[in-house]
């Protein structure tokens, strides 16, 4: 069984920061892409920024120059720098990878629960 588990979401004022992460644990062989998506309410859910496993990595343009996603290949985990907040990047956001699970090996989707990150004054 392979778990995405995220955490550093929260509430923060217009321009401030905030950092995502995401670990991979569990039953993994390895990783391959992972990425952060978001849903804000009424909305679809949207893809913010990707890395893959060779460290390429791919930002929504409502984000470049603010975001920064990395990963920790080690430790099968991933980050998101979120500077300059803005109101409109209020949403869940989701964290997602491919992975090739040990027992059985195969490689599927997973996602994380989801974390709420607010930008308020």
């Known amino acids: 069984q392979v778990q995405l588990v995220e955490s550093g979401g929260g509430l923060v004022q217009p321009g401030g920061s905030l950092r995502l992460s995401c670990a991979a644990s569990g039953s993994v062989f390895s990783v391959y892409t992972m990425a952060w998506y978001r849903q804000a309410p009424g909305k679809q859910r949207e893809l913010v920024a990707d890395?893959?496993?060779?460290?390429?990595?791919n930002y929504a343009d409502s984000v470049k120059g603010r975001f920064t996603i990395s990963r920790d290949y080690a430790m099968n985990t991933m980050y998101l720098q979120m500077d300059s907040l803005k109101p409109e990047d209020t949403a869940v956001y989701y964290c997602?990878?491919?992975?090739?699970?040990?027992?059985?090996?195969?490689?599927?989707?997973?996602w994380g629960q989801g974390t709420q990150v607010t930008v308020s004054s």
């Open positions: 890395i893959s496993n060779d460290g390429t990595t």
């Open positions: 997602y990878a491919e992975v090739v699970s040990d027992f059985p090996r195969r490689l599927g989707d997973y």
